[in-house]
């Protein structure tokens, strides 16, 4: 879900920001009630939360899975740190903060924002991609009747 709603603020919301300061006063007026930073403040722990208790969970069987699952733990957490460090700041002076900034450094501060985001995704795509490589492996290595790192078969 996060890589999702990631590329779809890049799709969607971020080619709109460009055009300040009447594109920042739309987006405003449209984020009157809520914003994104509602859904990733609950998403994004959740997140994080439960790729520690695959990794909990999954800690001893194989180690390229534990780091793996790792992996993708510490690139969720990258993506919160991007977001904090990053993100937060140019949201705060496009969205919250008097729009007496020139209309060149909105633009420029919605242009940092856009490309932050892909960086913010390519994080999260990484780590899907660890967390789905791990259930992969997981699957396989426990699946009834499977074996596939005994010698057994070998020596029959």
Not at 26 to 31: L, V
Not at 58 to 66: E, H, I, K
Not at 135 to 149: F, K, M, N, S, W
């Amino acid at each position: 879900m996060l890589l999702g709603t990631g590329a779809y603020e890049s799709v969607v919301v971020a080619p709109n920001l460009p055009g300040a300061p009447s594109s920042l006063e739309h987006a405003r007026g449209f984020y009157r009630a809520t914003n994104p930073g509602t859904f990733f403040r609950v998403l994004s722990p959740g997140t994080q939360i439960v790729l520690l208790l695959a990794l909990l969970c999954n800690w001893g069987p194989v180690p390229v899975t534990r780091w793996r699952l790792a992996g993708a733990l510490a690139l969720a957490i990258l993506g919160d740190v991007i977001t904090f460090k990053f993100h937060y700041p140019r949201n705060t002076i496009l969205f919250s903060d008097p729009l007496t900034r020139s209309a060149a450094d909105l633009d420029r501060v919605a242009t940092e924002w856009a490309a932050g985001n892909y960086v913010r995704i390519g994080a999260i795509l990484t780590a899907v991609v660890l967390a789905m490589v791990s259930l992969i492996r997981i699957a396989r290595d426990t699946a009834p009747g499977e074996q596939p790192y005994s010698n057994s078969s070998a020596t029959r």
